[in-house]
């Protein structure tokens, strides 16, 4: 396994940061990592980076311990918050990394101006970071994590300031990343890009895994989304006959319904005086088995937004 723990656990004070994290990624896959504010996430990247020490439990990456030196120059990180030196030319920010990385990394000027053009940033090579927007600036930590083709690459967020054109060149590097052999460990908070993206998920609550798996086999099973105004929680509730309903303002999702169920669910809807807006049958989406483990949606994915809502306006 890339990276394998078991019970990793640990604890600030009285604060229990993670509490049993146990988990695989294989690889060559693209592994999402997913949970709400103070799941864990964070304290498990910095486990898995040798930047913190557990405080019980095991783990390896790339077949050593964590915080083996020697595996770190095999991983490339962009953490969600970074700054670099404002004064400095984004091909020095570049090459400045590349002579710390050492170990043989090519520092040749046209393979780092190879690496700027992969992110879109070919042409801002000589320009200062300190005019750069929160986009660009994203897009050159991401060039700074792929120094050196590593072996596994952690990326936190990485498309949380990226416009749609943007999201989709990450996409597009993720996949090279996977075509040469690489591993992918991906922390977002825009499902829809995960869902994308991902081999594989875990999702995390409280310090704990609470469903990891391919995501096609965590995803099986039918719903049905329903836009849907003017229904009264009991006329909402009385839908559960046709499976678990979720609610999401005027969003319903009937986790189990079949497409053959939704014209009797449009019936009992207007017959409980509601106005149905859009009707999208479909495969069990991330959010929905997110919101099923977590409780909450994701703000960043709610529908309308980055849950993937179409010009018709279903999910």
Not at 35 to 46: D, I, S
Not at 81 to 95: D, G, K, M, S, T
Not at 140 to 162: C, K, N, R
Request: net charge neutral.
């Amino acid at each position: 396994m890339i990276i394998s723990t078991e019970g990793l656990a640990k604890r600030y004070g009285r604060v229990d940061a993670l509490v049993d994290l146990t988990m695989e990624v294989g690889p060559g896959e693209v592994f999402g990592f997913l949970g709400p504010n103070g799941a864990g996430k964070t304290t498990a990247v910095k486990l898995i980076l040798g930047l913190a020490r557990a405080s019980g439990g095991h783990g390896t990456v790339l077949d050593a311990p964590l915080g083996d030196r020697r595996a770190r120059r095999r991983i490339g990180y962009l953490p969600e918050l970074f700054r670099y030196q404002p004064w400095l030319r984004a091909h020095e920010v570049l090459a400045l990394h590349a002579r710390l990385r050492g170990g043989g990394s090519d520092r040749s000027t046209v393979t780092l101006d190879a690496r700027l053009a992969e992110v879109g940033l070919a042409d801002r090579a000589g320009d200062v970071v300190g005019d750069f927007s929160k986009g660009m600036q994203q897009r050159l930590g991401l060039a700074v994590a792929l120094l050196g083709d590593p072996d596994l690459v952690i990326l936190d967020e990485p498309t949380s300031a990226l416009d749609p054109a943007g999201r989709a060149e990450v996409r597009a590097i993720v996949g090279r990343v996977r075509e040469r052999g690489g591993t992918v460990f991906l922390n977002s908070h825009l499902l829809s890009e995960v869902e994308r993206v991902c081999d594989r998920v875990a999702i995390v609550d409280r310090g704990r895994v609470l469903a990891s798996g391919l995501l096609d086999e965590l995803l099986r099973g039918s719903v049905v989304r329903i836009r849907a105004t003017g229904l009264a929680a009991d006329a909402v509730a009385s839908l559960g006959r046709f499976g678990r309903v979720l609610r999401d303002q005027d969003w319903l999702a009937i986790d189990g319904a079949e497409a053959d169920a939704v014209p009797a669910i449009v019936a009992a809807i207007v017959s409980a005086g509601g106005q149905v807006h859009a009707v999208d049958p479909g495969r069990r989406s991330l959010e929905d088995l997110y919101v099923e483990l977590t409780g909450a949606a994701p703000s960043a994915a709610r529908p309308g937004r980055d849950a993937g809502v179409s010009s018709a306006g279903a999910i």
